[in-house]
């Protein structure tokens, strides 16, 4: 493997300086560009060289490197938002040229959504991609008048949910599980609070918010639907900065302070829901001890150590907290990353991500009574740990080669429980698995004329289930059916490899330039995926098990091609696309009808496995500029699953296939003072399964599927409205800051919303069945909040 990758690598890199040979002599000016407000530094800043038509944007850092012939140039800096920078420079030697960029004193008619370069998305690579401004978030209008990542990502082209408060989110024909959620580079394993009310991203601490859905560059891998990449702020370099909010369920505060002569910063951001302490006066008897909220800290510093090295630690930690008397049940998130920036030369940018993830979850009854004779405890986790170098090397103005690698190390505890009755204890815990996967990748970013630039790449995974573990057969009786273990299992010893898998992953995608103003983009990228969540629910909850890839369950494989049209109108005011994706899925993990997940040492003979398709088109329309603002989406796709046993061995639609899907976001700015918001979503019902027959038994009508049928009908559509209003205030806050009143309005015209259907022995008369309508939300929802900044 090592010397196959030494040769894409050496071919790589001949190729590049073949086409970008030339006999003058060449230097290199690189660096940084930063807020000028804030010392944050700036993503996808566009660095352009007039002289000689050609540029760069900044890494997700904000370093930028150019490599041109000895001479007078002139470097143009825009960034949609920012006031445009000109810098005349004489190139006779390597230079650092590091810039400062202000946001612009814009006029009421100039207002912008965007904070990306101009005509970013037809000259850059990038296909399948929503990049959300945390500013643009802010203004949407949302549940409880609470801004959310999760939720603003959802009114997005080829982004679905199954329903009003389902946790994680469906992208392109993929489960919840499928999509790699990163903060600060480390994974985020259950994104959401209130069983997917909202998410665990504080908005105070966002500085950006990537969702890559296809065309996934090599560096990434682990997920075969997409990923969503979450950046932290750095922390005011400039200022000590405090901002925060007053809402209708929880309030949040943050803290942004420089030091060392603002060479670091630091910001820590915390939140808190208050149901449970509004609530406590209604409560009487064993109720007042109930405890329902959630809360979260979200920290990170940085320190620049001289102009080649700066580091990073920043962590999260987050939890749910239910419980009624004596009855506990709790889930929380925690995470921690360091990284180190080091510049080897002005051409040669690394990246050194270290990393730790831990998702858990707890159930106990009786937790104030150590000595009841009947009692019951459990709890489940997941530990994951990372390294990951990555290299950016930037050949020529026109060449950019990335390369690196990855290790993580895998820790599973399905579940450690134990159950005491009558005084008598019963362990029924299940062993913890383990296992590693490895990463090598290696990517040339190249523009081969005005009119066309390539991306391509390889990526090459390894991964290894470990023991000590107990490894079982299982024997069919019936496709479709429970499978049953051969006893007795066989025993691994510690570190011995029970099974492994190797998966190339190539990845490629294509520009080409049809004007100034409008491309055609093509990508295709393969992704495995060796670590899966079992959950047979319409949607994923905090007790779904996350299992690794053994003997039996294979990993996951997706293949994605694409092709899109990308077109601006009137000077970037509007910016346009439609894009066609197919997606080919292998080895999809499905269940067997009443399928036992949950403290299951048999698990495996539970499971079924099958293929999926998913294919599609997505027409996306955003205006930019001007006082009204926003963006139209509609998505027409299909998702669709084959496993042998099931439907009668036919093609079914997935639980989360949703065929139509449109959305509608405006933003008014109506005056200086006072912002109007609106978004709109009208989608197809998600597929259920109804009985087809009926039969009686003890005076009861009983539902049946004869037919072996899988999701043969559908639920009612899906349509909502939200409205949102935004006040600044007049007055300062401590004669320094300000502050602002947003009122919005969820679920406007009080839209009873089904999140499933089911049917069941009517409770009147038994001998006959009733449909049943379940909604979760089916009330208008008023908020206020009152946020500010000083």
Excluded at 430 to 435: E, N, Q, T, W
Excluded at 503 to 531: C, D, G, H, V
Excluded at 614 to 636: I, M, V
């Amino acid at each position: 493997m090592k010397n196959i990758l030494r040769v894409v690598c050496l071919g790589l890199v001949l190729w590049g300086i073949g086409t970008n040979a030339q006999a003058q002599e060449k230097y290199t000016v690189s660096g940084y560009v930063k807020d000028i407000a804030n010392g944050e530094g700036l993503i996808g800043v566009s660095v352009y060289v007039r002289e000689a038509s050609t540029g760069v944007v900044t890494n997700p850092y904000g370093f930028y490197s150019l490599t041109l012939p000895q001479g007078e140039y002139t470097l143009v800096f825009s960034y949609i938002g920012y006031e445009k920078l000109t810098r005349t420079l004489t190139l006779g030697s390597d230079q650092r040229l590091n810039v400062e960029m202000a946001a612009e004193s814009r006029q009421l008619q100039e207002v912008v959504v965007s904070t990306t370069k101009e005509d970013d998305n037809v000259r850059s690579l990038e296909m399948s991609v929503n990049k959300v401004d945390i500013k643009t978030i802010r203004k949407i209008p949302a549940l409880l008048g609470e801004v959310d990542v999760i939720r603003s990502i959802q009114l997005l082209p080829g982004v679905t949910t199954v329903g009003e408060g389902a946790s994680g989110f469906n992208v392109r024909g993929g489960d919840v599980s499928q999509n790699l959620i990163l903060l600060d580079e480390a994974p985020v394993y259950n994104s959401s609070h209130l069983f997917g009310f909202f998410s665990v991203f504080n908005p105070d601490a966002v500085k950006d918010v990537k969702l890559i859905k296809g065309g996934i560059p090599a560096q990434y891998g682990g997920r075969i639907s997409s990923i969503l990449d979450v950046r932290m702020k750095e922390g005011n370099t400039k200022q000590r900065e405090i901002n925060g909010g007053i809402g209708t369920i929880f309030s949040r505060l943050t803290y942004e302070q420089p030091f060392a002569q603002s060479r670091g910063s630091f910001i820590v951001a915390a939140r808190r829901s208050y149901i449970d302490v509004l609530a406590k006066p209604f409560l009487k008897g064993d109720l007042k001890k109930s405890r329902f909220n959630f809360y979260d800290l979200t920290a990170k510093v940085n320190y620049r150590l001289d102009d080649k090295n700066t580091f990073y630690a920043s962590g999260y930690f987050g939890r749910d907290v239910f419980g009624a008397a004596d009855f506990g049940f709790g889930w929380g998130n925690g995470t921690a990353t360091a990284r180190w920036n080091h510049i080897f030369s002005n051409k040669l940018f690394l990246n050194l991500t270290g990393y730790y993830s831990n998702y858990d979850y707890s159930i106990e009854s009786d937790r104030n009574n150590k000595d009841a004779e009947d009692k019951f405890t459990w709890n489940s986790k997941i530990i994951s740990s990372s390294l990951k170098p990555d290299f950016t090397y930037y050949l020529t103005p026109n060449n950019q080669i990335s390369f690196g690698g990855q290790y993580i190390r895998y820790n599973t505890r399905p579940g450690n429980a134990v159950a005491i009755s009558s005084g008598e204890s019963r362990n029924i815990s299940l062993d913890s698995r383990y296992g590693d996967e490895s990463a090598l990748y290696i990517a040339n970013e190249q523009k081969i004329s005005d009119l066309l630039s390539l991306q391509y790449g390889l990526r090459y995974s390894f991964y290894r289930n470990l023991g000590p573990g107990q490894v079982y057969e299982y024997q069919e009786i019936q496709k479709g059916e429970r499978k049953y273990p051969v006893l007795p299992g066989t025993a691994v010893p510690k570190g011995d490899v029970i099974k492994q898998y190797g998966n190339w992953e190539p990845r490629f995608s294509l520009n080409m330039s049809l004007t100034s103003t409008a491309s055609i983009k093509a990508s295709y990228n393969r992704t495995a995926q060796y670590l899966h969540l079992l959950s047979n629910t319409a949607a994923s909850s905090p007790l779904d098990v996350w299992t690794l890839s053994t003997n039996l369950i294979k990993p996951e494989i997706a293949d994605q091609v694409a092709l899109g049209w990308f077109q601006n109108f009137r000077d970037n005011t509007y910016e346009a696309s439609v894009e066609v994706y197919y997606k080919d899925l292998q080895n999809q993990i499905d269940y067997v009808r009443n399928s036992d997940l949950l403290l299951n040492r048999y698990v495996e003979g539970d499971l079924l496995f099958g293929k999926g398709r998913a294919y599609g088109a997505e027409f996306f329309l955003k205006k930019n500029k001007g006082r009204l603002t926003g963006w139209l989406s509609y998505t027409l796709a299909r998702t669709e699953r084959l496993v042998e046993g099931v439907n009668n061995d036919a093609w079914f639609p997935a639980r989360f296939d949703k065929p139509h899907n449109l959305t509608a976001v405006g933003i008014f700015e109506l005056n200086k003072r006072l912002t109007l918001s609106s978004n709109f979503t009208i989608a197809s019902g998600t597929p259920a399964t109804f009985p087809t027959n009926r039969f009686e038994y003890n005076g009861w009508a009983l539902p049946y599927n004869v037919y072996n049928a899988r999701n043969n009908n559908r639920i009612p559509p899906y349509h909502r409205l939200d409205l949102a209003a935004t006040l600044k205030s007049k007055r300062k806050l401590f004669n320094t800051g300000e502050s602002e009143w947003v009122f919005s309005v969820y679920n406007a015209y009080n839209r009873r919303n089904p999140y499933s259907v089911y049917v069941q022995p009517n409770e009147d008369n038994p001998l006959t069945t009733e449909a049943i309508r379940f909604s979760v939300i089916g009330s208008i929802i008023p908020a206020v909040t009152y946020n500010f900044k000083f």
